[in-house]
């Protein structure tokens, strides 16, 4: 497969401000540019990381056994598959970062990566790397962690959330984070924005409202839709939230 490095792509640039090496130059250059209007970029991807892993972790004392992780990017620096000994399926619509996470996790029978998309729930959910490796008939963890601002108003997330939702057996959870520009100034917000629009996907921040809706029909635990820093942290954890997160769960 062909990678074209002169596209930034979302997933790599995520994977730099997380201190990662699986990125390229042109990547490395949006993702700078995002670092001058927003410095603190970096702290908050490690913020919504580690409330990715607690939140797994969490789920995984709880007996869940199944996770999902749709929009996952690359399965590097403290994914889903380091923090639970259940079974995961990554999830994204990127062709270059599903062959680079295949080659990523290779070797690992617990993992199975698939090539799908979101605003397609149907073939996700029938794709053989999700259904050949989950049984839906049981419960499991279908995370959607800083991947739903990169899908548009048009797709309709709610809907999509509520079809994968109604997919899911009863015990099953949502692990949700989102960007937000809750109290953001408008100009670096729309130098943000700008920046994403020459990436691999444009980016959509949305208000904590319009955020708790993705939970309709779920359960939301305590302590709720918060900022991300804020949901169960343990001490010595980066504190720096662009976003909100939450977990559900379906009665």
Sequence with gaps: MTIDATVPNVARMYDYYLGGYHNFAADREAA?????????????????????????????????RQFLDIGAGLPTQGNVHEHTDGRV??????PVAVAQARALVEGDERVSVALADLRDPEALLADPDVCGHLDLAEPVAVLLVSMLHFVPDEADPWRLIARLRDATAPG???VLSHLTLDGVDAAPARQGTQVYRG??????PRTRADILRLFDGFELLDPG???????????????????????????
Excluded: C
């Design 172 to 174: 099953s959870h949502l």
């Design 89 to 94: 399926v990554y999830v994204d619509n990127d």
């Design 32 to 64: 700078e540019k995002i670092l001058e209007i927003f410095p603190d970029t970096p702290a908050a991807a490690r913020t919504n990381r580690r409330f990715m892993q607690r939140a797994v972790r969490r789920l995984s004392e709880a007996g869940v």
């Design 225 to 251: 839709l918060v900022w991300i820093g804020q949901w169960r942290p343990e001490p010595g954890e980066d504190q720096v939230s662009h976003g909100y997160g939450g977990v559900g769960v379906k009665r």
């Design 199 to 204: 990436a691999s996907a444009p980016i959509v």
